[in-house]
């Protein structure tokens, strides 16, 4: 795609073909995440969009089908709006023991401004009838699926969110990511941003949107991207939907040699899907005590807040193990430990980066 080159230097490399990338949180140091920067989950290969034959298909429990051309959308009143993507298998590579996966350390996670009309008023330019419930978004990229059980033959990349929420101005379709034209890897030439959601919900490549009067239980919210809810002691197959309270810390990176003695400014971000992320603590010793650390900038709706801590090395060289744990505005607070219903998602729970004090 346009920018292959300069892409491919920025970004770890966990896949190719299809490209699954990742960016590097410890150059995390701004609110927005430079488009070069930006981490890539794709399960298919970037499918060859001509702009010129493309459709966006809006059907399904609607009085108007429509079929959008690119310079219909480009034309509808724009908003832009900010928000923090993170892939619901960030993290995935700290667990221990390992699970099967793409090993993404801390950097399947980053922020955008998506630009773009709301989900919402092309729904109105289609009249949504009185029994819709929920809004199925279908990319345009296919493949064979693997986890049991599979439905036979090539699937496309869809997912459903409810209609209350896609009537809301929480989800717009994307033609500008950071004031640029949408790269071909992010979904260009429109791609759908459910903010406050793991980004498994916006979908990239959108080709078709199905309005629908019953749940949709397609194959990424069943077999793949759920998890085991015990609500009532009955553990019940949920889909993956908001983003649970996290912090990751940017600086130190793990392994990192800091000067014994020395004030050393800790940073780093922590977002959530609902509210705003209240508070965010540093502990230096493992978890022992902690510490309040400073929100830099404003809160910013469906968008990771950047902190910051000033840490008074110890004068005695040695490993050193730091932590950082988040709360948000609805009393929610990141779990001490991982809880095993959810598989290999929803990776949140406090971890330790050990670096090594030196002389
Ligand atoms: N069509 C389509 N949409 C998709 C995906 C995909 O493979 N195909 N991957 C999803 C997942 S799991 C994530 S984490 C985000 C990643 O978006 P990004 O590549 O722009 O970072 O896109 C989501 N939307
Ligand atoms: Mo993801």
């Not at 892409?7 to 927005?32: G, K, M, Q, W, Y």
């Not at 199925?136 to 209609?163: C, H, M, N, Q």
């Not at 397609?218 to 197959?237: E, F, I, K, M, V």
Request: hydrophobic content about 40%; charged content about 20%.
């Amino acid at each position: 795609m346009s920018d292959g080159q300069e892409r491919n230097s920025d970004l770890i490399t966990r896949t190719e073909n299809p490209d699954n990338l990742e960016s590097p949180f410890d150059a995390v140091d701004r609110f927005l995440t430079p488009n070069s920067r930006f981490f890539v989950r794709s399960h298919y290969l970037t499918p060859q969009i001509e702009v010129a034959d493309w459709r966006l298909l809006v059907e399904g429990s609607v009085d108007r089908p429509l079929a959008l051309g690119y310079d219909e959308i480009v034309s509808m009143a724009p908003t832009t709006l900010p928000a923090t993507l993170e892939c619901a298998g960030n993290s995935r590579g700290l667990l221990k023991p390992p699970v099967k996966g793409l090993q993404w350390q801390t950097g399947a996670v980053s922020t955008a401004e998506w630009t773009g009309p709301r989900l919402a008023d092309v729904l109105a330019r289609a009249g949504v009838s009185a029994s819709a419930r929920e809004v199925i978004l279908e990319g345009a990229d296919r493949g064979p699926v693997d986890k049991d059980p599979s439905p036979a033959g090539e699937t496309a990349f869809a997912r459903s969110i409810p209609l209350e929420l896609a009537m809301s101005p929480q989800v717009v379709l994307a033609h500008r990511m950071n004031g640029e034209p949408l790269p071909g890897e992010h979904g260009f030439p429109l791609r759908a941003v459910v903010a406050g959601w793991y980004a498994v919900a916006s979908i990239k490549w959108l080709r078709r949107i199905v309005v629908c009067d019953r749940p949709f239980a397609g194959y990424y919210q069943t077999a793949d991207y759920s998890y085991w809810d015990r609500t009532n002691g009955l553990p019940s197959l949920r889909p993956i939907t908001s983003l649970e309270v996290k912090s990751q810390i940017a600086r130190p990176f793990a392994g990192e040699c800091v000067q014994a003695g020395s004030h050393y400014r800790v940073h780093g971000a922590a977002w959530t899907g609902e509210g705003d992320v209240a508070a965010v603590e540093v502990s230096v010793n493992g978890g022992s005590t902690w510490s309040e650390a400073r929100l830099m900038g404003d809160a910013v709706p469906w968008s990771w807040r950047l902190w910051e801590f000033d840490w008074q090395v110890p004068s005695s060289p040695g490993p050193v193990s730091l932590c950082v744990r988040a709360t948000d505005s609805l009393g929610r607070t990141q779990p001490a430990t991982r809880d095993p219903d959810r598989g290999t998602y929803l990776i949140n729970h406090v971890v330790s980066v050990e670096v090594n004090v030196t002389r």
